[in-house]
């Protein structure tokens, strides 16, 4: 039940565009997405609602798609800031506990 | 507005010895929850409280961890005993709800080094 995220891994040059995707085989009432830097804690991105609300980060932006089960987060003109590793939650249940995929690492060079 | 609070931050322990892990939420937020964080991998939770009261438990290895809330705002993590695979961050996270659903925020972690 655990949601699965792709890429593992990609590596940018500042002011390039990535998608990160997370997919669960299990229906989405919300996705919750956090980036954490090494050695710190994870931090608050946003949340994506099944409507297609979206609360959080001014710079970033996702989407969510019913029909494959499936959000994906844009960092669009990435900075240095945006390296760090990107995890999506779903609930368990509707507005139950978090389950985290495996994380997708973002690695931004100048 | 101060953030969840953590303590230690590091821990080294031998195998079999035990270990406690503080966390101070975010005033006023009634959720708390401990996560295991395996170097790699995503945090997987290992127990859920609304205010003092344990709502999942159900992925914590109750022979071995243990957790209270006391009094509905601190809570302590515990190990005993200690083997070689809990070494990991154990992470404290408390949430608030609005009309988006709910918004947890993290703690700095404690880094767990079993010996």
């Known amino acids: 039940q655990q949601p699965v995220q792709s890429p593992q891994a990609v590596i940018l040059r500042e002011g390039e565009d990535a998608v990160i995707n997370c997919s669960s085989s299990?229906?989405?009432?919300?996705v919750h997405w956090y980036r954490q830097k090494h050695g710190e804690a994870p931090v608050f991105l946003m949340i994506?609602?099944?409507?297609?609300e979206q609360k959080g980060h001014e710079k970033i932006s996702a989407s969510f798609n019913e029909k494959k089960q499936q959000s994906s987060l844009y960092l669009t003109a990435s900075q240095l800031s945006y390296s760090g590793t990107y995890f999506c939650?779903?609930?368990?249940?509707?507005?139950?506990?978090?389950?985290f995929g495996q994380g997708t690492e973002l690695s931004v060079k100048p | 507005e101060a953030g969840v609070a953590q303590s230690p931050r590091y821990k080294i322990i031998e195998k079999r010895q035990s270990v406690a892990f503080w966390c101070n939420p975010i005033?006023?937020?009634?959720?708390l929850y401990w996560y295991q964080q395996i170097l790699g991998q995503g945090p997987k939770l290992l127990i859920q409280?609304?205010?003092?009261?344990?709502?999942?438990d159900s992925q914590l290895p109750k022979d071995r961890f243990s957790a209270e809330r006391l009094k509905g705002v601190d809570s302590t993590l515990k190990i005993q005993p200690a083997k070689l695979e809990d070494s990991a961050v154990y992470l404290c996270?408390?949430?608030?709800?609005?009309?988006?659903?709910?918004?947890?925020?993290f703690g700095p972690g404690t880094r767990l080094l079993v010996l």
């Open positions: 939650g779903t609930p368990y249940n509707q507005g139950g506990k978090l389950i």
């Open positions: 996270a408390s949430s608030f709800w609005d009309q988006w659903g709910e918004t947890q925020y």
């Open positions: 994506l609602l099944k409507g297609g």
């Open positions: 409280f609304q205010n003092n009261g344990v709502v999942d």
């Open positions: 005033s006023g937020h009634a959720t």
């Open positions: 299990k229906a989405l009432y919300s």
